[in-house]
């Protein structure tokens, strides 16, 4: 439900604070305070978003004072776990990073306690929502709608008979087999708890792969939002998909993907155009579209599935 107790037809699932413990590289705290992502996703949702009945669930594994206090501004976003639960973790964060003598394990990684898994988060936030909604949509805080036409894509695809809808992760293909990514997905509620498959179980190969995979394993219908831009500067970094929904591929972490063979040269591209994010991003999408000229100082990318 919303603040204002009208129920919600579209139910958006955010979670807040990257994993601590992924093969992906190190979150960085620092980073996420100065460069808030979450700050960027929730304005974007809301400016593009306006006539749907929504509301966004957000969980939090940043313990960050500042995102919560970003998060709350909103009128249409609920935000978990409790502000103690939050404050603990904030605590126990704080406690690690300024003790300087070499910790027992337990209590280095005492505020991973405080802590829910990217998928095992996603699967927490869908059994809060109530039978009221019709439509799950996930993003990731680094994925935003960048059109006001992003949730007729997402929600009519499947009113038109799709079983599942969203960014389409092809890219990396063959090596990761293609699916439809968390940064933009879109299932009916009643679709996804009949599939009794969640987002922390299986073997997929990343966050909602499983999802696709049991939609295909019944020979269910899938709409794909592909990659959509007219100038790429990486393969996955800074992706427009159908044209409404923008995934930086790597917010508050190091560049480091499937098929990544120059790992420095991604994460280095990943800070450029996180900071031209940060600058203006309709400016930024604009040069994506091919709506803009190429200021941006950075070299077009050219290839197929890796940093090479």
Request: aromatic share 8%; proline share 5%; glycine share 8%.
């Amino acid at each position: 439900m919303t603040r204002d107790g009208r129920p919600s037809r579209v139910a958006i699932l955010v979670v807040n604070g990257f994993d601590r413990r992924s093969r992906y590289g190190r979150y960085s705290q620092a980073e996420a305070v100065e460069f808030p992502w979450i700050e960027v996703c929730l304005r974007q949702v809301e400016r593009h978003s306006r006539d749907w009945d929504y509301e966004v669930l957000v969980y939090d594994n940043s313990y960050l004072a500042s995102h919560r206090r970003v998060m709350n501004s909103y009128p249409r976003v609920r935000v978990l776990p409790s502000a103690p639960v939050a404050v603990a973790g904030r605590l126990a964060t704080e406690a690690v990073t300024r003790l300087v003598a070499p910790l027992p394990a337990w209590m280095a990684n005492a505020n991973r306690f405080f802590e829910r898994r990217h998928p095992v988060a996603l699967d927490h936030l869908v059994a809060q929502t109530s039978d009221e909604v019709e439509y799950i949509v996930t993003l990731d805080t680094d994925s935003f709608p960048v059109s006001d036409g992003w949730l007729d894509a997402l929600v009519g695809a499947c009113e038109r008979g799709a079983s599942l809808a969203g960014v389409y992760r092809d890219e990396m293909a063959p090596q990761l087999a293609p699916f439809v990514h968390v940064s933009g997905l879109c299932i009916r509620r009643v679709d996804l708890c009949a599939l009794d498959v969640s987002f922390a179980r299986g073997v997929g190969q990343d966050i909602g792969q499983n999802i696709t995979d049991a939609i295909e394993a019944r020979g269910l219908p899938i709409a794909p939002l592909r990659r959509s831009n007219e100038l790429n500067f990486h393969f996955i970094l800074g992706g427009i998909y159908g044209d409404v929904i923008y995934h930086h591929g790597a917010g508050s972490r190091r560049g480091m993907f499937w098929t990544s063979t120059d790992l420095d040269r991604d994460d280095r591209m990943r800070e450029a155009l996180r900071d031209l994010v940060f600058e203006d991003v309709d400016h930024l999408t604009d040069v994506l579209r091919g709506r803009a000229a190429n200021d941006t100082g950075l070299e077009p990318w050219h290839g197929a599935g890796s940093s090479a």
